[in-house]
């Protein structure tokens, strides 16, 4: 089985097309090629320096535009955050994601940033990283610090991007791509469906990280969490569109799955509504990593009980073996 980055529209349309049952056996099959069935990574997520962001992103409540009544915090102390790392270690965690509300990091901070990316990785967890745009000198020093992912979303379609957000642009999103890949950091990218978008904007956001020149090693797929205070949180809570169609969801899973054969693809926000049923779906699917605790950045997470809970149930396991930053890097 190969892995493509040649996929045209048509054939991501069709693929969303299929019959729900034929799309979920292709998922499957691609999954069992690619990875160990059953077994689904543990991240953990904290938010170290909260609001106050100058990005107009409509779906985030850590927007300075934002009235959702967060209150803009400074950068957390690297033991505060290496504490953290240490607890979610403790709770089974394998990766440890670290956000920081910034259109991009100043060069003040970047101390501090390497020396929370050092610690991690002295607790042998993966590091991963989300702190806007970066500079190709930032980039290396995040290598050079040992920082195994960079998280920077393309969040929706490029034909959709305008209608989200407004500071910056697609191709920015791309530059700092390019930059982490260039550094030679794994790249965690992925988006947020259940925006009010059409299936045309599903298919263009999944296009678009399955052309990339190289699929990034992380795929987080978010169902929206519309916050009061946003722009699309006050425009889609009391509609229809403000939850996307738990079968439309799967299928954007699975679509992911089958066009990105060796990413880890990320069931994330918005597991906290979701029935046990759905999530299940996603599993199926080939989603094969989540998110832990009770909480993400500033919203609301289903906790490590529910989870444990859910796993038994559905016979699921923690990922075990040589953990995946390592094998993208022996395979290059």
């Given at each position: 089985?190969?892995?493509?980055?040649?996929?045209?529209?048509?054939?991501?349309?069709a693929?969303?097309?299929?019959?729900?049952?034929?799309?979920?056996?292709?998922?499957?099959?691609?999954?069992?090629?690619?990875?160990?069935p059953g077994?689904?990574?543990?991240?953990?997520?904290?938010?170290?320096?909260?609001?106050?962001?100058?990005?107009?992103?409509?779906?985030?409540?850590?927007?300075?535009?934002?009235?959702?009544?967060?209150?803009?915090?400074?950068?957390?102390?690297?033991?505060a955050?290496?504490?953290?790392?240490?607890?979610?270690?403790?709770?089974?965690?394998?990766?440890f994601?670290?956000?920081?509300?910034?259109?991009?990091?100043?060069?003040?901070?970047?101390?501090?940033?390497?020396?929370?990316?050092?610690?991690?990785?002295?607790?042998?967890?993966?590091?991963?990283?989300?702190?806007?745009?970066?500079?190709?000198?930032?980039a290396?020093?995040?290598?050079?610090?040992?920082?195994?992912?960079?998280?920077?979303?393309?969040?929706?379609?490029?034909?959709?991007?305008?209608?989200?957000?407004?500071?910056r642009?697609f191709?920015?999103?791309?530059?700092?791509?390019?930059?982490?890949?260039?550094?030679?950091?794994?790249?965690?990218?992925?988006?947020?469906?259940?925006?009010?978008?059409t299936r045309?904007?599903?298919?263009?956001?999944?296009?678009?990280?399955?052309?990339?020149?190289?699929?990034?090693?992380?795929?987080?797929?978010?169902?929206?969490?519309?916050?009061?205070?946003?722009?699309?949180?006050?425009m889609?809570?009391?509609?229809?569109?403000?939850?996307?169609?738990?079968?439309?969801?799967?299928?954007?899973?699975?679509?992911?799955?089958?066009?990105?054969?060796?990413?880890?693809?990320?069931?994330?926000?918005?597991?906290?509504?979701?029935?046990?049923?759905?999530?299940?779906?996603?599993?199926?699917?080939g989603?094969n990593?989540?998110?832990?605790?009770?909480?993400?950045?500033?919203?609301?997470?289903?906790?490590?009980?529910?989870?444990?809970?859910?796993?038994?149930?559905?016979?699921?396991?923690?990922?075990?073996?040589?953990?995946?930053?390592?094998?993208?890097?022996?395979?290059?």
């Amino acid at each position: 089985m190969t892995v493509r980055t040649d996929w045209s529209r048509d054939e991501v349309a069709a693929l969303f097309a299929m019959p729900f049952g034929e799309l979920m056996w292709r998922a499957q099959a691609v999954h069992r090629e690619w990875h160990a069935p059953g077994e689904v990574q543990l991240c953990t997520l904290l938010s170290i320096k909260t609001g106050g962001c100058p990005e107009d992103c409509g779906y985030c409540s850590q927007s300075a535009s934002a009235d959702s009544g967060l209150k803009a915090e400074k950068l957390m102390d690297v033991d505060a955050v290496l504490a953290s790392a240490a607890e979610a270690k403790a709770a089974g965690s394998q990766r440890f994601c670290m956000g920081a509300a910034w259109r991009n990091p100043k060069e003040r901070d970047m101390d501090a940033i390497v020396a929370m990316v050092e610690g991690v990785r002295e607790m042998g967890l993966e590091s991963c990283m989300t702190l806007g745009m970066l500079t190709g000198d930032q980039a290396q020093r995040l290598k050079a610090a040992g920082l195994d992912y960079y998280n920077h979303n393309i969040d929706t379609s490029p034909e959709n991007y305008a209608n989200i957000i407004s500071t910056r642009t697609f191709e920015d999103r791309l530059d700092t791509l390019e930059q982490v890949r260039a550094a030679g950091i794994n790249v965690c990218c992925g988006g947020i469906v259940g925006m009010g978008e059409t299936r045309a904007d599903r298919v263009g956001f999944i296009h678009a990280l399955a052309t990339l020149p190289r699929h990034p090693e992380s795929v987080p797929v978010n169902a929206l969490v519309p916050v009061k205070g946003t722009v699309l949180g006050d425009m889609l809570a009391d509609t229809p569109l403000a939850r996307i169609d738990d079968i439309e969801f799967v299928r954007t899973v699975a679509v992911a799955r089958v066009t990105m054969p060796k990413s880890m693809v990320r069931l994330s926000a918005g597991r906290e509504s979701m029935s046990e049923a759905t999530q299940a779906l996603c599993f199926m699917a080939g989603a094969n990593s989540i998110f832990t605790g009770d909480k993400l950045l500033t919203t609301g997470n289903r906790g490590d009980s529910a989870d444990a809970a859910l796993f038994e149930k559905l016979g699921l396991v923690p990922l075990a073996g040589e953990e995946p930053a390592r094998m993208c890097e022996a395979a290059e």
